[in-house]
């Protein structure tokens, strides 16, 4: 492999990244989170979760909406946590499984699958290698992706006849040209060795090869079966020095980082550009929510509510030293929080006060311009406006009537407000919703009883379950 190789997909990957920033930013700022470097030792590219590796002689001839595909659903696993939850299974199958789950969400997103890739829909990948764990046993050597009700890559694999050849019009360069002249000649046009300097060539591939990675000796073996990017295993991870870790991997911490932080962060960059693809947020919080304590979550919540967006005038200090001109994320605080407290009867005092002392901690935390509390029964009772390091220790409460949902939202709404982010304290007993879904982010705080025939789900925003 050349040094000129190296350089042109070092290149190739920077304008897949931005083209992804364009086109898909939840998977687009996902990807910019995760260093990435030339590893030849990979068939494709691979992540562990905290870095991208990939192999520069694939991506010079690779179609770049290809490698895009690739870098989606590699990404799209790891906000999945597959790089933490394969445990003892089988390696290759676990990929297997990984691929087929992953690309039925990627394809519906609107990337373009490989011909061959398949996809299963509606399925988790402990279900997926369950699946392939009975068809090997049964048919020895038959791929099980191969039968009759594994779901069909779609319209998007229908359309991937062009993996040799870039013909997407927002893709750039042409890959053929790249692959060319990687694999048959170098700069001076000696494509063997019948010129006597075969030895001068194989040390100028050394020289390549140690730049793209090959001194990752203790790199996992690769397992790619659907050319799509693969995942590996978090604790397989090296240290900064290119050797393996030393500390244990701390697998929660590993999760609630790609929860609380990157995909989140991800979900909110991609609606607020109005590009997030439906099913994607709606497997996102299905997987990820059950597995944190509500003030987890709240702080997550609120966290993510400040807005994020791409800064090219500061570069991503994460891909400098792979000579990657990126972009990095920028976040602004709130300037405003409205916390709507259900004062009906049914609220328990001491759940009101615990209520209370956590969001002065996380007001404080974030540091909005203001915090508006609302205190609300059938009717609003009481309106007040605090800085975010002034809230009282203790709140009064005012009413203590039935429950209605939507005098709170329709005063914000008489007042034009448009707050960054509305808590709703309730025991969710109540079914009368405001009719549209408001503009602003929603977080319904359920603290009732899941058992009471009285409880209503909320027809959006998003709810946060308290464990009694």
């Given at each position: 492999m050349s040094a000129r190789v190296l350089a042109e997909s070092a290149l190739r990957v920077s304008d897949c990244v931005t083209e992804?920033?364009?086109?898909?930013?939840?998977?687009?700022?996902?990807?910019?989170?995760?260093?990435?470097?030339?590893?030849?030792?990979?068939?494709?590219?691979?992540?562990?979760g905290h870095e991208i590796r990939?192999?520069?002689?694939?991506?010079?001839?690779?179609?770049?909406?290809?490698?895009?595909?690739?870098?989606?659903?590699?990404?799209?696993?790891?906000?999945?946590?597959?790089?933490?939850?394969?445990?003892?299974?089988?390696?290759?199958?676990?990929?297997?499984?990984?691929?087929?789950?992953?690309?039925a969400l990627i394809r519906d997103a609107g990337f373009t699958l490989p011909p061959a890739a398949q996809a299963w829909d509606g399925m988790s990948a402990e279900e997926a290698y369950e699946r392939l764990s009975e068809r090997a046993d049964d048919d020895a050597g038959d791929d099980a992706s191969a039968s009759?009700?594994?779901?069909?890559?779609?319209?998007?694999?229908?359309?991937?006849?062009?993996?040799?050849?870039?013909?997407?019009?927002?893709d750039t360069g042409d890959p053929s040209d790249s692959a060319d002249d990687g694999d048959r000649r170098d700069e001076d046009g000696?494509?063997?060795?019948?010129?006597?300097?075969?030895e001068d060539?194989?040390?100028?591939?050394?020289?390549?090869?140690?730049?793209?990675?090959?001194?990752?000796?203790?790199?996992?073996?690769?397992?790619?079966?659907?050319?799509?990017?693969?995942?590996?295993?978090?604790?397989?991870?090296?240290g900064d020095d290119g050797e393996a870790a030393e500390a244990p991997l701390d697998v929660t911490a590993e999760e609630q980082t790609w929860d609380e932080e990157a995909m989140h962060q991800a979900l909110n960059i991609a609606r607020a550009e109005g590009k997030l693809p439906g099913r994607v947020e709606e497997t996102i919080r299905s997987a990820h929510v059950s597995t944190l304590d509500w003030r987890t979550l709240l702080r997550r919540y609120m966290t993510d509510a400040a807005s994020h967006d791409y800064s090219w005038s500061v570069p991503n200090r994460r891909f400098i030293d792979s000579g990657l001109y990126l972009p990095s994320i920028r976040s602004e605080g709130i300037e405003t929080i409205v916390f709507i407290i259900d004062i009906s009867s049914s609220l328990p005092t001491t759940t009101l006060a615990e209520f209370w002392a956590e969001l002065r901690e996380v007001a404080a935390e974030i540091g909005p311009e203001s915090v508006i509390?609302?205190?609300?029964?059938?009717?609003?009772?009481?309106?007040?406006?605090?800085?975010?390091?002034?809230?009282?220790?203790?709140?009064?409460?005012k009413g203590r009537g039935g429950t209605d949902f939507r005098?709170?939202?329709?005063?914000?709404?008489?007042?034009?407000?448009?707050?960054?982010?509305?808590?709703?304290?309730?025991?969710?007993?109540?079914?009368?919703?405001?009719?549209?879904?408001?503009?602003?982010?929603?977080?319904?705080?359920?603290y009732g009883d899941g058992d009471s025939p009285w409880r209503h789900p909320a027809p959006w925003g998003e709810h946060i379950r308290i464990a009694a």
């Open positions: 992804l920033l364009r086109k898909q930013p939840f998977f687009g700022s996902l990807v910019l989170r995760l260093p990435l470097r030339p590893d030849a030792t990979r068939e494709t590219l691979a992540t562990d990939y192999s520069p002689q694939w991506v010079a001839k690779t179609a770049s909406h290809l490698i895009e595909t690739a870098m989606a659903r590699v990404v799209m696993a790891c906000a999945l946590k597959h790089h933490t939850r394969r445990g003892e299974r089988d390696p290759e199958r676990w990929q297997r499984a990984s691929q087929l789950v992953t690309h009759p009700d594994a779901g069909a890559a779609g319209a998007g694999a229908a359309e991937a006849g062009e993996t040799a050849s870039d013909t997407d019009d927002d000696d494509g063997d060795d019948s010129d006597g300097q075969g060539r194989d040390g100028e591939r050394e020289d390549a090869d140690d730049q793209a990675g090959e001194d990752t000796s203790d790199a996992p073996p690769s397992h790619e079966p659907s050319g799509t990017g693969e995942v590996m295993d978090a604790h397989t991870r090296a509390v609302l205190q609300v029964d059938t009717m609003l009772q009481d309106v007040a406006e605090y800085a975010a390091d002034d809230l009282p220790e203790e709140i009064a409460i005098p709170g939202f329709a005063w914000l709404d008489q007042q034009g407000m448009q707050p960054g982010v509305c808590l709703y304290f309730t025991d969710m007993e109540c079914s009368d919703y405001p009719e549209h879904e408001p503009a602003f982010p929603v977080a319904w705080v359920d």
